[in-house]
């Protein structure tokens, strides 16, 4: 299938006849032939003489642009791009899971009978999954009127130019909206305190510039060490300089020596651009750069591609881009802004645990959720407790809470406290079913 360049290039007939070989009609090719260079003005006439076969023409040739067009999209101006990752075809929540270090414990040739039992204990490792989900669907509508179209066109050649530029608008709108939509999940996680704030002096001639690198230079090495300080969930994780990506504007872009900060993160010439990203700025004024973890984006395209609708009493076809996507911020992967504003101290201000109430049954499972308000850089993890049960059967792991089958408890209060923070926590009342007051 040619490619729109190959479109641009080639003869009438040709562009006709690509269309034609499209078309999966025996009608359609029966009563349309082949065109040559001689007759291709007759076939383009007699097509547009023809209501229904000028409707599977346009149809056709939109579609076999549009596909083509989409099958080689990568190739735009959108920087941020590159962090797509592969489509997902089916479902709509994306999972990631991480596993946190395993703390170890002494051991000596002399252990007790007491500590040998304790190889028997039990020894979980700290799982955190992040679920993203499908939060944006997009159409990009366009109507094409048949009759307006064939009066514009004065030869077969402007068939393409007509219905080219039309293209180009919808997938130039859809690459400039998916763009802004990237940028927005960028200022969203900053607004939700997702960045570790570093105070740095702004970036406003070479010699400040300089200074800005020697720091940006010092948070990547210090990354290649386990931390839970530099992400938003407080993950204790590493990433080595050469996976870091810096995000700037234009303006602060040009002060920056892109070969001393190449140099200094130890960066081949021909990979800057891929490591040195321009974009339009942030939303928040007082940021001079973000440096972040390749890995922190999560940018997916659910579905992309066209359908179509005929308005048979307005004789005209409407088209529509479809593009169903999620893009978000890795809350796990090391994220840092160098903003002009003051850095505070990480912190954690409340906890939410969900749900609040619930009724469940004796031998029943219920699994608890706590959400924070928090910054960045400080743990995430809770230590979930209860009071009120009668069971020892009755217990909770990890948010999750298993009812005893012998429970007599009316009610159980569930707790979770903050690891980092103990003075902050929240509580949830569980009801159990069939113990009457």
């Known amino acids: 299938m040619p490619g729109l360049a190959a479109y641009k290039n080639a003869s009438g007939a040709a562009i006709l006849n690509s269309v034609r070989d499209a078309i999966d009609s025996s009608d359609y090719n029966s009563f349309i032939p082949e065109a040559t260079v001689n007759n291709s003005a007759q076939v383009l006439g007699l097509i547009n003489a023809n209501p229904l076969y000028a409707n599977m023409f346009y149809t056709a040739m939109l579609n076999q642009i549009g596909r083509t067009e989409l099958n080689v999209r990568r190739y735009d101006h959108n920087p941020l791009r590159q962090f797509k990752m592969a489509d997902m075809y089916y479902g709509a929540t994306l999972r990631d899971m991480y596993f946190d270090l395993i703390k170890p414990i002494a051991y000596s040739d002399d252990m007790s009978d007491a500590d040998l039992m304790t190889t028997l204990s039990k020894y979980p490792i700290n799982i955190y999954e992040q679920y993203f989900t499908i939060n944006s669907q997009l159409q990009y509508p366009v109507s094409i009127n048949h009759t307006t179209a064939r009066r514009g066109f004065t030869n077969d050649t402007e068939v393409l130019n007509f219905l080219t530029g039309i293209l180009t608008s919808v997938v130039n709108s859809d690459r400039n909206g998916e763009y802004l939509q990237m940028k927005q999940a960028i200022d ?38 386990f931390d839970n300080k530099y992400n ?25 020596n892109v070969y001393d900060y190449a140099e200094a993160f130890n960066i081949d010439r021909a990979e800057i ?32 591609g066209f359908t179509h609708q005929e308005n048979g009493k307005g004789r005209f076809w409407n088209h529509f881009l479809n593009h169903d996507a999620m893009y978000y911020i890795n809350p796990f992967a090391n994220a840092i802004k160098f903003s002009t504003a003051a850095t505070t101290s990480p912190a954690i201000t409340s906890i939410d645990v969900q749900p609040a109430a619930v009724t469940a049954p004796k031998g029943g499972t219920v699994n608890f959720t706590a959400q924070f308000n928090a910054t960045a850089g400080i743990s995430k993890l809770v230590n979930w407790t209860i009071t009120g049960n009668a069971s020892t059967n ?15 408890a009316q009610t159980i209060t569930v707790k979770a406290t903050s690891e980092a923070t103990s003075t902050v926590s929240d509580t949830a009342t569980v009801t159990v079913s069939g113990n009457a007051a």
Not at 192 to 206: E, H, R
Not at 401 to 408: P, S, V
């Open 188 to 225: 969203n996680f900053n607004s939700l305190g997702g960045f570790y704030n570093v105070q740095v002096t702004a970036i406003t001639d070479k010699e400040s510039a300089q200074a800005f690198i020697a720091q940006a230079q010092g948070y990547a090495e210090a990354w290649r060490f």
């Open 232 to 256: 938003f969930m407080g993950f204790n994780t590493f990433c080595n300089p050469e996976d870091t990506v810096l995000l700037i504007d234009p303006f602060k872009r040009g002060l920056i």
């Open 273 to 304: 651009p891929q490591r040195v990203i321009t974009i339009s700025g942030f939303a928040d004024s007082t940021i001079q750069a973000v440096l972040m973890d390749r890995n922190a984006f999560r940018y997916v395209d659910a579905l992309y």
């Open 394 to 408: 009755t217990k909770i792991v990890n948010g999750q809470l298993l009812i005893g089958r012998d429970e007599t």
